[in-house]
């Protein structure tokens, strides 16, 4: 027992020391905004009618997870909106993970030595394809799910002919439960439970009994895991199909032999990673109809590891318990991560994600506990007796180290999208949040607006363009006018397709710099009423007060500049001061912000 929790405390504590560093980490403009802040029933804290819209809101972000809405309401109420309670419970979650996952490990080796168990919890829980579901706040989905699937897979083991298994069975189901209310893939749960139970050398036909009957018997237990993993897999269809804000979509928008390809690259890239963790990063690409990024790579890994498997059975013919975990293993690993392969559903241009494997890995641990404990009792020698309690923990050293700068990455959007132009350079998405922050944090603006340009070119979008058009009009250069109206001619001839606002924004202060007061006004009006604006609105308003005083409108212009002069911000609040100033002593006056 004692031996157990050295171990423990050790897990925790190398889990921690990795990912304390996340507390000093900023929201990544991908997800995470519309998890927290952004979401209307998550943003003022933990009540019971933010609860009841989580639980009924099938369609915000395009996953129903009312269970992670619900730990982002309690860290708001008990933490505030700040950035670092959001990090710091995601890597709390991921060392109570660790643990659990240490306890599965040592009820399925059933061995008295700690050190395998621990050795492959610590491989799972520090290997840098975990960062990307910790570092990330919006990876805390992942987190719960595995939480809730862990405990209820250490429920089900305890037989079901006692009580206490029946009880361990009602746990269990409550479980998987909350599992699948965290994230829907974990509509996986009767395979896992099967596979686990098969794992921990239970027959589900007892000796010495025969017939349909006894047979079936046993399995009725899987029949309320079942029916949940059908409800939440249509939650889930309906979910991605009728996202909020979007129009429906279709489920498979990629043709099924693409699908299955991409499918098989990031299969072997998956593994390629999990045995060399390069190239890491957030946000893999993949283009429907295009050959996927590294695709040879993953084909080749994928090859490779189906010839390991036939040439494991095939040297394990004789060893028939070796085998059959092996291929419980196989089907742990596939139906945990087969609902995100994106073979029964497109997602979007990606189907391949590190907090996808965050799961799935588990096999990767249970195999390695296996292989390190057999190693362990076949080595009779004294070198090879050293293999593992010398060379294991050295091994996951450099695991731990290769982890620290790709948690470090997930520092805020330019260090986290920097990190992935390194490995792809034509990432359209990743261009364009560079390019925001080059912007916005850096004062580069002209390199800003190349990134834009790249990734519009790349990656032609409704957004990248309204950016591209929103930082070409603070520039202010004259020959970028033609441009911006270029490419904001679809919100110019609808205002309402703008719901951010940052096109109109861009218009506005074009046709103002224009002379063209009364177009500025109703773009600039249009703008500042945008239902879905999420950055203030205090330079569209200075800049309609100016057209508002240039169209010979002194009320309005004085009814919008009042109130910014109480502006949080130094730079609006003089300018409106001084516009105030240069109002009242000419009202005829000019005035270009």
């Known amino acids: 027992m004692r031996k157990n929790l050295l171990a423990l405390l050790l897990l925790v504590a190398a889990v921690l020391f990795l990912y304390c560093q996340t507390g000093g980490f900023e929201f990544l403009r991908f997800d995470d905004h519309d998890y927290t802040f952004r979401c209307p029933f998550v943003r003022d804290g933990l009540s019971l009618d933010n609860v009841a819209a989580a639980f009924s809101s099938l369609t915000h972000a395009a996953i129903w997870m009312p269970a992670t809405y619900v730990t982002y309401m309690a860290d708001i109420s008990l933490f505030g909106p700040g950035m670092g309670p959001h990090h710091l419970v995601n890597a709390a979650l991921h060392a109570l993970n660790a643990v659990l996952l240490f306890l599965l490990l040592l009820r399925l080796v059933r061995t008295p030595a700690v050190l395998p168990a621990l050795l492959a919890a610590a491989f799972w829980a520090l290997h840098p394809q975990r960062a990307e579901a910790v570092a990330w706040i919006a990876g805390r989905k992942e987190l719960l799910c595995a939480a809730f699937t862990l405990l209820g897979l250490l429920c089900w083991l305890p037989d079901p002919s006692t009580r206490r298994g029946r009880f361990g069975r009602a746990g269990a189901y409550l479980c ?113 109809g295009q050959f996927p990024l590294h695709g040879a790579l993953g084909l080749s890994t994928l090859l490779a590891a189906l010839l390991l498997l036939v040439l494991f059975i095939l040297r394990t013919g004789r060893e028939g318990r070796a085998r059959v975990n092996g291929l419980l293993l196989v089907l742990f690993f596939l139906a945990s991560l087969g609902p995100t392969l994106g073979v029964f559903g497109s997602f979007g241009e990606h189907a391949r994600a590190d907090r996808f494997l965050y799961l799935p890995a588990v096999a990767f641990s249970v195999a390695l506990a296996y292989g390190l404990d057999a190693l362990r009792r076949t080595a009779s020698s004294r070198p090879r007796g050293l293999l593992v309690p010398v060379l294991g923990p050295a091994v996951l050293l450099a695991y731990l180290c290769a982890s620290i700068p790709v948690v470090a990455s997930y520092r805020n959007d330019f260090t986290a999208f920097s990190r992935t132009l390194e490995q792809d350079p034509d990432h359209g998405r990743a261009l364009a949040h560079v390019a925001s922050e080059e912007c916005a944090r850096f004062g580069r603006i002209d390199r800003g607006i190349t990134l834009f340009r790249r990734s519009q070119e790349l990656r032609p979008r409704d957004d990248t363009a309204a950016q591209l058009a929103y930082t070409l009009a603070l520039r202010g250069l004259s020959s970028d006018y033609d441009e911006i109206r270029r490419l904001c001619a679809k919100f110019a001839c609808d205002h309402s397709l703008d719901r951010k606002g940052q096109a109109l924004e861009a218009l506005g202060t074009t046709a103002m710099r224009q002379r063209r007061w009364k177009e500025a006004i109703s773009c600039l009006e249009d703008s500042v009423k945008a239902p879905g604006r999420f950055y203030p609105a205090d330079d569209a308003l200075l800049r309609l007060g100016a057209c508002y005083c240039n169209a010979k409108r002194p009320e309005d212009a004085i009814r919008v ?33």
């Open 561 to 593: 500049f009042e109130p910014l002069t109480q502006s949080t911000r130094t730079d609006i609040r003089d300018r409106a001061r001084q516009a105030l100033a240069t109002l009242k002593a000419n009202p005829k006056a000019v005035l270009f912000f």
């Open 176 to 288: 998987a439960l909350l599992a699948c209310m965290s994230k829907p893939t974990a509509m996986c749960f009767p395979f896992l439970a099967f596979a686990v139970e098969g794992l921990a050398g239970r027959r589900l036909l007892p000796e010495g009994r025969t017939g349909l009957r006894a047979a079936v018997r046993p399995l009725l237990w899987y029949a309320p895991l079942l029916v949940l993993a059908v409800a939440t897999g249509a939650l889930a269809v309906y979910s991605q199909t009728h996202a909020a804000g979007y129009a429906v979509r279709e489920l498979f928008s990629a043709s099924l032999p693409w699908r299955l390809l991409n499918a098989a690259v990031a299969l072997g890239l998956y593994l390629f990673q999990a045995v060399l963790p390069v190239g890491i990063h957030l946000d893999y690409r993949a283009v429907p």
